[in-house]
């Protein structure tokens, strides 16, 4: 360690990160005192690195990190994650950002203040590339003044923000390039019925928890889309084509409309999600490029409302992963297996039931002969604590129909995940 050159200790102590961790190798001796000062790049503050901070005041763990902080003259990351602690007194919470902000590229800022500190007016017009910001209360945003000319990523959570400030952000953020927004109250004017969101150079969306009756998402670079946790009306996508990745999970939506951007889709995952099934079908079985789809989890009643495997292979020819988890009737069993057309690129299939039944075991059959080429198979189910002598022998010959299957397949190494 002694012939360890300075910088070196300095990346040692930036990927141990936590601040307690650091504190206690920098004492060590002066080598490691300099490098912390001079050559530290990243450091965090979280209770999940030491829950002592739980049991100090507010007070003192202001003062812990202000002194710890201000030990540093190079920060490019700073990490604060104590959203459980009482609200910060502003006035040290401002002189940390002050003081780095000249060289910090990345800041997670987890933390509540009285009174509100705004990033905007601490952060602007420097060196920003990534901002994690919680609990926010985001006031008016002058675009002209609050620039952030290197900001590629923004998480904003449980912030608090009018959608025309939302906007007014984005245009500050000409390179920004991937929007969280997680559990963030948007209000709309009484002069609009529909969010808007408009970024020029946007490739990635999250958006979690947010409800709102129409919301129009205008981003020609989009990639990708995740949507969770969420309730909508009305949901429309305007961009040049360029979506690879839709993700949709525990959603609720009347009309989904991404216009003609399914052309080079290449994911599909879908789960607990509530649509019109037929428009969804349509709009992405254009996506003839589509590598990966997976509907799982899904309530249908009707034949119109599921998917069948003629559907999926003809519209899919590249698919190279399936995975399917919905309930099927006799009749849907039918539908769902309609067709002849194989499924040849398939090399990875995923199954499941939300509780096992007579059909399960057919409807893995019809589809592994549908699939000359699998490679993997990856069986879900969930078996009920109270059983009676019927859910025993369901469970029975369920078992004795995988063995005789397995022993046919013997080509596909196959995995069972029961809960």
């Known amino acids: 360690m002694e012939s360890l050159p300075v910088e070196v200790v300095g990346n040692i102590l930036s990927h141990v990160a936590a601040a307690r961790d650091v504190v206690?190798?920098?004492?060590?001796?002066?080598?490691?005192?300099?490098?912390?000062?001079?050559?530290?790049?990243?450091?965090?503050?979280?209770y999940a690195d030491w829950p002592v901070y739980r049991e100090l005041s507010v007070s003192q763990c202001e003062i812990l990190m202000t002194q710890t902080i201000l030990q540093t003259n190079c920060l490019q990351e700073l990490s604060i994650c104590m959203s459980s602690v009482d609200e910060f007194s502003a006035a040290p919470v401002i002189a940390w950002l002050m003081f780095t902000r000249e060289t910090l590229k990345s800041l997670t800022y987890m933390i509540q203040t009285k009174p509100n500190v705004n990033i905007l007016e601490r952060c602007g017009r420097h060196k920003l590339e990534n901002l994690v910001w919680g609990f926010a209360c985001i006031p008016t945003v002058d675009p002209s003044i609050q620039k952030f000319p290197s900001l590629v990523s923004l998480s904003l959570n449980r912030a608090a923000v009018s959608a025309l400030d939302l906007n007014m952000l984005l245009s500050a953020c000409p390179k920004l390039e991937s929007l969280s927004l997680v559990n963030t109250e948007i209000t709309l004017s009484d002069a609009q019925s529909t969010m808007e969101i408009n970024s020029a150079s946007l490739k990635t969306i999250f958006i979690e928890g947010l409800s709102v009756d129409n919301i129009m998402l205008e981003a020609e670079k989009l990639e990708n889309l995740f949507l969770r946790d969420s309730t909508f009306e009305h949901f429309v996508l305007m961009s040049k084509g360029c979506l690879r990745l839709l993700r949709i999970d525990d959603v609720s939506i009347i009309q989904l409309d991404i216009g003609e951007s399914t052309d080079l889709l290449e994911v599909v995952d879908i789960s607990v999600f509530t649509i019109m099934w037929p428009r969804f079908y349509q709009m992405i079985s254009r996506a003839s490029k589509l590598k990966k789809l997976r509907l799982w989890g899904l309530p249908f009643d009707a034949e119109e409302e599921v998917m069948d495997l003629e559907t999926i292979a003809v519209s899919f020819p590249c698919?190279?992963?399936?995975?399917?988890?919905?309930?099927?009737?006799?009749?849907?069993?039918?539908?769902?297996?309609?067709?002849?057309?194989?499924?040849?690129?398939?090399?990875?299939?995923?199954?499941?039931?939300?509780?096992?039944?007579?059909?399960?075991?057919?409807?893995?059959?019809?589809?592994?002969?549908?699939?000359?080429?699998?490679?993997?198979?990856?069986?879900?189910?969930?078996?009920?604590?109270?059983?009676?002598?019927?859910d025993y022998q369901v469970i029975g010959r369920f078992t004795t129909f995988m063995v005789d299957l397995m022993r046919k397949f013997s080509h596909v190494d196959v995995k069972f995940e029961f809960s």
């Open 319 to 390: 698919l190279s992963r399936l995975a399917l988890n919905y309930d099927l009737g006799d009749g849907l069993y039918r539908h769902a297996m309609r067709g002849s057309s194989l499924l040849e690129k398939v090399v990875v299939l995923e199954l499941g039931v939300s509780t096992i039944h007579d059909l399960f075991a057919p409807w893995i059959a019809g589809i592994l002969e549908r699939c000359p080429n699998l490679k993997r198979l990856v069986v879900y189910g969930e078996v009920s604590q109270a059983k009676s002598r019927e």
């Open 24 to 46: 206690v190798a920098s004492a060590a001796c002066r080598k490691w005192r300099e490098a912390a000062r001079h050559h530290l790049h990243s450091l965090r503050f979280s």
